[in-house]
């Protein structure tokens, strides 16, 4: 598996402190992008927070995800989150070491107490000793929430105070991508009221064990959720229910609890748990099975395997931080069909340059601070489907095209759009978790897709 080493530099540790004013959370950024180009200390926000005590339980919760493992636990995990000033509110993300489950804490402008924030992205310390402060958190006095530096700009004679060196794996920046674009096909399946939510989310097991091993169903009826055994109609999955365990810090104050998820088709499935706060919104989205990552999903693949790009880099040139994608506004500005603008967003949330809102049910735009692109060059069948392109490996027979690879000679056929193939990939699967390689060379091939060099 390849990883390289992120070096996050910190000026000093996040901390929580008194002052005159009452309580200071500073939070302190690294290197990120802004409207102003690459800034090493960005500073998005100072204000106070309107529910203290619930915007601390949130940001531990996202915390929580950013440290765990709930696959292959004994394996360490650690990784600060993700900030976004979008203007009106603040997006804290971060994603599980197992690439399993992705999580976000929006702030919106009333939990903010209406001040407005900066615009850009980059990642924030959350180390124990802050952990342990917010974790003691009580009641509603005031806190000042300072999201960078104190000073615009920070220099020490001797560089960074803090820095952290942590593995980043390929795969985890294929399933912060995967999990995107997977919640931008999702739809509201069920909306609980607090006591319904507080009552389903308690009666879930909050460890591993026998009774939350693979994927499990609930189906709606009325205001609640009713478990079921197989994924009957508008059943929506609940794959490891064990890893919303971490919502229970947030339940006492909780008004509703929002489903999303796609129709059920028979097969295990992704969704997104999302518990509406004062003033914030708390997503938990799951990937389709507690052993399985987003990393292997392939929902990106289609995007990347096309020769868009230059749509792409125009889209995200246009692109100011907005806390909602007008797809048909950025369509006029770009001088593109819609048609082209949307499927432009989808390759740029395989870049990490946008996410997904699914209370808005739009993109937003937020910049990783890592080289996410990285995740489509080290894509393994991405890769594999450029090398049986640019090797002549495809030979093209109307609906039908012959793929060489190796030894073995498969056929894939495509009915109304979609491609099958003869492969075992597509026997296990059928489609489920993206295409085969050789399906993806024959979209290639098809498409007249650039495939020189493997990589774009």
């Avoid at 696959?71 to 203007?87: A, E, F, I, K, M």
């Avoid at 460890?207 to 197989?230: D, E, M």
């Avoid at 609890?257 to 499935?269: C, F, H, I, N, S």
């Amino acid at each position: 598996m390849t990883r390289t080493v992120q070096a996050l530099a910190y000026s000093r540790p996040s901390a929580l402190a008194s002052s005159q004013a009452g309580q200071l959370l500073g939070l302190e950024t690294a290197g990120g992008s802004t409207p102003r180009g690459f800034e090493p200390h960005p500073r998005f926000f100072e204000g106070f927070l309107a529910s203290p005590q619930i915007a601390a339980r949130g940001l531990l919760c996202v915390a929580d995800v950013a440290a765990a493992r709930y696959y292959q636990r004994t394996l360490l995990s650690s990784l600060d989150p993700v900030v976004t000033g979008n203007g009106d509110r603040l997006r804290f993300e971060s994603f599980s070491g197992c690439c399993g489950v992705y999580a976000r804490l929006d702030v919106l402008s009333k939990g903010l107490e209406g001040v407005e924030t900066g615009h850009g992205t980059t990642n924030v310390d959350v180390n124990n000793p802050l952990r342990e402060a917010l974790s003691r958190i009580a009641g509603d006095d005031p806190l000042h929430l300072r999201v960078g530096p104190q000073e615009m700009a920070v220099t020490t004679m001797d560089g960074p105070v803090v820095e952290k060196k942590v593995p980043l794996p390929d795969r985890w920046l294929r399933g912060f991508a995967e999990a995107q674009v997977a919640s931008a096909a999702f739809d509201l399946r069920a909306e609980l009221p607090a006591a319904e939510a507080v009552r389903f989310l308690r009666s879930l097991p909050r460890s591993s064990g026998p009774a939350s091993r693979g994927a499990q169903w609930v189906v709606p009826v009325g205001q609640t959720l009713r478990p079921t055994t197989r994924p009957v109609a508008g059943a929506v999955c609940l794959p490891g229910p064990q890893r919303l365990a971490t919502l229970q810090r947030v339940l006492r104050y909780a008004s509703a609890l929002r489903v999303y998820g796609p129709v059920a088709d028979g097969a295990a499935t992704a969704s997104a748990w999302e518990v509406v706060l004062p003033g914030m919104r708390l997503t938990l989205t799951l990937s389709p099975d507690a052993s399985r990552g987003f990393s292997g999903e392939g929902g990106v693949l289609e995007a990347l395997a096309t020769d868009d790009a230059a749509d792409a880099e125009l889209v995200s040139v246009l692109l100011a931080w907005e806390p909602r994608i007008e797809p048909d506004r950025l369509a006029e500005q770009a001088g593109l069909p819609v048609e082209r603008v949307r499927a432009a967003l989808v390759r740029l949330g395989t870049a990490g340059r946008v996410g997904y809102d699914l209370a808005d049910a739009s993109y937003f735009h937020r910049e990783l601070p890592y080289d996410a692109d990285r995740a489509e060059r080290h894509n393994p069948r991405l890769v594999a489907a450029r090398q049986l392109a640019r090797e002549g490996a495809v030979v093209l027979d109307g609906e039908v095209a012959a793929v060489r690879s190796g030894d073995q000679r498969y056929q894939v056929r495509e009915q109304s759009g979609a491609l099958s193939c003869t492969c075992q990939w597509w026997a296990d699967y059928r489609g489920r978790r993206g295409p085969c390689k050789h399906a993806l060379a024959v979209r290639m091939v098809r498409r007249g897709a650039a495939v020189v060099g493997g990589a774009r």
